[in-house]
């Protein structure tokens, strides 16, 4: 955090350069957040650079209270669901590699992790948009709920609410339809 306080001020003092290490930090999981969001590699790029240039404008507003990384977030998601409000954005589905994230190369394993991450993004992408954000921050962001609180800017017991809420229409669906989930209907 002191480190990035320093890139803040260097930013804000002119040095548009140190900007690059808050890209470099935040590009990845920024990145990784909005794909899951949008479902397509090209629009999650397209909306990354935009939220980084938001962030980048909106740099003097950072006040110090919280965590950088939850304001950067906040911004970040923020600017998407505003684009998603105006171009009434539709999901698309998309391939995502998994086949990086597999460390086994049997073919077994790779179709299995592939078929279990695409009935996952499938259960995912079946919630409402604020509750589908909550469980991506939590799971795919490893963030803490005080910090998914900062980002969505919703009381602490909201939060736990809503993702509890999201978990229990997630197991129902794997009560109904079955798949590779079954722990998770079991209370999980």
């Given at each position: ?40 590699p090209q ?39 505003d684009e ?105």
């Amino acid at each position: 955090m002191e480190e990035e306080l320093l890139w803040i001020q260097d930013v804000l003092s002119g040095n548009k350069h140190a900007y690059a290490h808050i890209i470099n930090k935040y590009k990845n999981p920024l990145y990784a957040t909005i794909l899951r969001m949008t479902r397509n590699p090209q629009d999650a790029q397209d909306l990354v650079q935009e939220a980084f240039i938001k962030v980048y404008h909106q740099l003097g507003k950072f006040d110090g209270n919280g965590s950088f990384s939850s304001w950067i977030y906040r911004v970040a998601i923020n600017h998407c669901m505003d684009e998603f409000r105006k171009k009434r954005y539709q999901m698309k589905q998309v391939e995502i590699n998994e086949e990086k994230m597999v460390n086994s190369n049997h073919p077994e394993v790779i179709f299995l992790k592939k078929e279990k991450n695409r009935q996952l993004e499938r259960l995912i992408a079946t919630l409402p948009e604020d509750e589908r954000m909550i469980i991506l921050l939590r799971y795919a962001n490893e963030l803490s709920y005080n910090e998914i609180s900062e980002i969505v800017e919703l009381p602490l017991s909201d939060v736990r609410n809503k993702l509890h809420r999201a978990k229990k229409k997630m197991r129902d669906i794997v009560k109904r339809e079955g798949g590779y989930f079954h722990e998770m209907s079991n209370g999980g």
